[in-house]
């Protein structure tokens, strides 16, 4: 391993001990210095309480690459470095991470070899397991439980699970996947249990059917459960809770037909392999669901959907819907998921209504509208809903943008726009504070930040978020093109704080601790 020392100018750590003036505190900041002769990434791991990973991928001689491992604490001082050299015939796929471990999954040009890179986040140590898969395939799933990876994708376009083996290099294929018309909805890991569930979406002649098969460190297929498909409702997605050894909950979205355009919500428990009595959670039938519209264009829908309940007819509002992991908030459960429609490469806006998958049509980036915040409990009952909109922001990739923390018995909700986190702060459904926004800052009041780009908000532990993504940095000191860095901050929401005047906003003032 190096030492920080060892870098000429690549990281700078900045502890900003100031003055709160402001609802969202900014404690601490890194800089990484962004070359301008070669090609290179970052990326950033949040660890929880254990600190954070920032890894720095860099473009060497005939197109190998250099990767860098920064470890950090929670007060963003730095633990250790390591380095991994990644040939030129190795690309990335995948990235997993759990408590102890960064698995890369590293992939041969035009071969069915691979290579999983394990870094060791206690004490940056790597490891590297090589082997060969059964088939060429498409890999869009890639996840580590124990000792063992699970690769899944698509062979001549049906889905397959391979499990990798790190002891021996073995690679087999999971039993019962290979079927034709079938996708992968997701892979979920049991680490209490020791399983892992393959969650599957099936159209045949038709009909869709929604499956998990569950299956055992080993491979074995477990249990087969199929969930219902009532009044013509079918499951699109799923995230599975396990709750104890006979029993989980499972949450997503659900579409009338086979269609990728959601109706609602969905909740149930499944105890042995049965799925209990779901809860179907129109749109129309939450309560805060069209906050998000300005009032005059709110109250026309509500009137609309109160007309067609008087003529006894459902009101149907259909939304593609992005669907993040349950969080767990005390004695409840949190589900985030957010609205989006894609934007075509011909910058058309298909914004949907009952139109069946269509792959072929491509598109350029994907915009949010708002994102559906709900309260459920161990049985699987909607106990609360509450709407943030989002305010038109795009991404070229479908990722979460809403991020969530905790503080006492509030949420704060942020997401990343053109330089600046936009907030809110909800209890359950009610809102506590209205949206605000605050700009990302520097360390030093004389920075003028010329330019914000690919800006990420991630949550962190407890009240934390990290604010991370490139900047240009100009200074009254500085002649000459702005310094280009690859900043991460710390933040903090505190509801009590004052809020920040627009004389501060303007003039960039940094806040912190």
Not at 275 to 298: C, G, I
Not at 428 to 439: D, H, S
Request: aromatic share 12%.
């Amino acid at each position: 391993m190096k030492s920080l020392h060892s870098l000429i100018i690549l990281l700078i750590g900045i502890w900003l001990p100031l003055a709160a003036v402001a609802q969202l505190e900014q404690s601490s900041r890194l800089e990484f210095k962004v070359s301008q002769s070669i090609d290179e990434f970052f990326d950033v791991t949040p660890l929880d309480k254990d600190g954070l990973l920032v890894t720095q991928r860099q473009e060497e001689h005939y197109g190998n690459e250099k990767w860098s491992f920064y470890r950090f604490d929670p007060d963003l001082k730095q633990r250790w470095m390591t380095e991994y050299k990644v040939a030129y015939e190795l690309h990335p796929i995948k990235s997993y991470y759990n408590q102890h471990f960064l698995f890369w999954l590293l992939q041969e040009t035009d071969t069915d070899k691979v290579t999983v890179l394990r870094l060791d986040l206690q004490n940056g140590e790597t490891e590297t397991f090589k082997g060969d898969l059964l088939t060429r395939a498409d890999i869009v799933h890639f996840k580590v439980l124990g000792n063992t990876a699970f690769i899944g994708g698509y062979h001549h376009s049906r889905p397959v699970v391979m499990a990798f083996s790190f002891f021996d290099k073995s690679i087999k294929a999971l039993p019962y996947l290979y079927t034709s018309n079938t996708e992968i909805s997701n892979i979920e890991l049991d680490e209490q249990r020791n399983q892992l569930s393959v969650l599957l979406y099936t159209i045949k002649r038709g009909d869709c059917q929604f499956t998990i098969k569950t299956y055992s460190y080993e491979g074995r297929l477990i249990k087969t459960t199929t969930m219902p498909f009532e009044d013509d409702n079918g499951l699109i997605t799923g995230k599975i809770l396990p709750l104890d050894e006979t029993s989980s909950l499972i949450v997503g979205n659900y579409a009338q037909g086979c269609t990728q355009y959601s109706q609602g919500l969905y909740f149930s428990r499944i105890k042995d392999s049965e799925p209990e009595k779901l809860q179907w959670v129109d749109f129309s039938k939450l309560e805060n669901f069209f906050n998000y519209l300005k009032p005059k264009r709110k109250q026309r829908v509500v009137e609309k959907i109160s007309k067609r309940k008087e003529e006894g007819k459902e009101p149907k509002f259909r939304y593609r819907l992005l669907v993040h992991d349950v969080i767990k908030n005390n004695d409840e459960f949190v589900l985030v998921a957010e609205v989006y429609y894609p934007v075509y490469k011909n910058g058309s806006i298909y914004y949907g209504g009952g139109m069946s998958r269509n792959n072929n049509r491509e598109y350029d980036s994907f915009r949010y509208t708002h994102a559906i915040v709900c309260g459920f409990d161990r049985t699987g009952t909607l106990l609360w809903d509450n709407c943030f909109a989002l305010d038109n922001v795009e991404s070229i990739e479908l990722l979460p943008m809403v991020q969530v923390t905790r503080r006492n018995e509030l949420l704060v909700l942020g997401y990343p726009k053109d330089g600046k986190i936009n907030t809110e702060v909800i209890e359950r459904n009610k809102v506590v504070r209205e949206r605000e926004a605050f700009v990302i800052k520097t360390s030093d009041e004389k920075d003028r930040i010329v330019d914000s780009d690919k800006g990420v908000l991630a949550a962190w532990y407890d009240r934390y978020f990290l604010a991370y993504g490139y900047q240009k940095i100009g200074s009254e000191k500085w002649v000459g093109a702005p310094r280009e860095v690859f900043y991460v901050n710390k933040l903090s929401y505190d509801p009590n704080a004052p809020r920040e005047t627009k004389e501060e906003a303007k003039k960039g003032k940094v806040s912190g601790n």
